[in-house]
């Protein structure tokens, strides 16, 4: 299936029209008409082969509404005209524990990622959601609920469901102490939804400035992470911080912060820990440091029904696919309030071959 979209030729080249062809739809498949997809830290990092995985041309966007165009003869839950999402993920082996268990996204034959991965049965590339038109299979595929921005829904596909994860497994709520490290496109998120689910929530920010958006965007408080009086204000008082901060950095100020049993959980940063971490911090307290990895499918259906229910989106700032390239350096500067998603309607004046 011929089809149009946005790709990185090389990891020094901008993003360029890119005409090129989708895998043949399965009857368990559905295609669909891109309608909006969010810019995320990642697509940044694989355009620019930061982790020196990419194989070129990629097609970035793993945040992904769209419309229903065609459904196979296998494919019950959705018909022609539905609104739907597709995340970071496209397929998994649907067998293994993890898999059986909801956790798709720890696969043990390992997730088909929604680009820069390969299709587990015709060994195609898979290619993301800056273009016009995509197939996926019924079973990884979202149901947005009826009233939602779209355009602010679309971040939620991995922005949303990063932060969901932690706060529903350690079970955010009424009478639970949250902290967020960072207020970024992760932050926002999580500062909203942590709110949402009724906890008491507080913004750890290097910035003094992000006061009064931390507060608009749910945060009851806020703590400036550098100011040693202020910190030592909060000793003992979280039972969760998730930490958004997408580079690396000290951990260890955060943990006396942690009340017993607390755990800190990384979200926003893979690389090394090179900080040494201090063992008496954890071991005096019972605390702990984790890490949380995207969502399964079922999980991300329920954060998306929930932001539904609560009128829960991102805070986006709707750009043309032409203006791809300038986000990604407005989004290194951190010029961005707070998330990017591309309207992919723009596309649609673009040639159908470059």
């Known amino acids: 299936m011929e089809t149009l979209g946005y790709a990185a030729p090389s990891a020094t080249e901008a993003l360029v029209p890119f005409p090129f062809e989708r895998r043949e739809p399965r009857s368990d498949d559905l295609v669909l008409d891109v309608l909006y997809c969010g ?20 097609v970035p966007g793993h945040e992904v509404i769209g419309r229903v165009t065609w459904v196979g003869s296998g494919v019950t839950r959705f018909k022609v005209g539905d609104t739907i999402g597709v995340g970071c993920m496209v397929d998994s082996c649907r067998h293994c524990d993890p898999c059986q268990q909801g956790f798709e996204q720890h696969c043990a034959e390992g997730a088909t990622f929604t680009y820069n991965g390969t299709d587990r049965h015709d060994r195609q590339p898979t290619y993301g ?17 009826e009233g939602l921005d779209l355009a602010g829904a679309a971040p939620l596909l991995c922005a949303g469901i990063t932060t ?14 949250v902290a967020v490290v960072g207020l970024g496109g992760l932050g926002h ?18 910035s003094p400035g992000k006061e009064a958006d931390a507060r608009r965007l749910g945060a009851d408080h806020v703590v400036l992470s550098t100011d040693a009086e202020q910190m030592a204000s909060v000793a003992g008082r979280f039972d969760l911080i998730v930490d958004t901060v997408p ?25 090394p820990l090179n900080a040494p971490v201090s063992a008496g911090a954890l071991v005096f307290g019972r605390k702990a440091i984790a890490g949380s990895f995207i969502g399964g499918v079922a999980a991300t259906q329920q954060m998306l029904d929930f932001c539904g229910e609560h009128g829960v989106v991102s805070e986006v700032e709707v750009i043309p696919i032409q203006q791809i390239n300038e986000a990604y350096e407005r989004m290194l500067k951190s010029d961005v309030k707070y998330r990017f998603v591309i309207d992919l309607a723009s596309l649609q004046d673009e040639p159908e071959h470059a």
């Open 189 to 206: 998120m999580a500062l909203k939804l942590a709110k949402a689910l009724g906890a008491e929530v507080t913004l750890f920010t290097r």
């Open 164 to 177: 969901w994860e932690p706060l529903h497994q350690w079970q955010a709520g009424p009478g639970k102490r």
């Open 129 to 145: 959601g800056y273009s016009k038109r995509m197939v996926v299979s019924e079973k990884f595929v979202l149901r947005i609920p």
């Open 39 to 58: 810019v995320c830290h990642t697509d940044l990092h694989f355009a620019r082969n930061h982790g020196g995985v990419t194989r070129y041309p990629v």
């Open 247 to 271: 580079y690396e950095h000290d951990v260890n100020p955060y943990l006396p912060t942690l009340a017993f049993n607390g755990t800190l959980v990384l979200v926003g940063y893979m690389g």
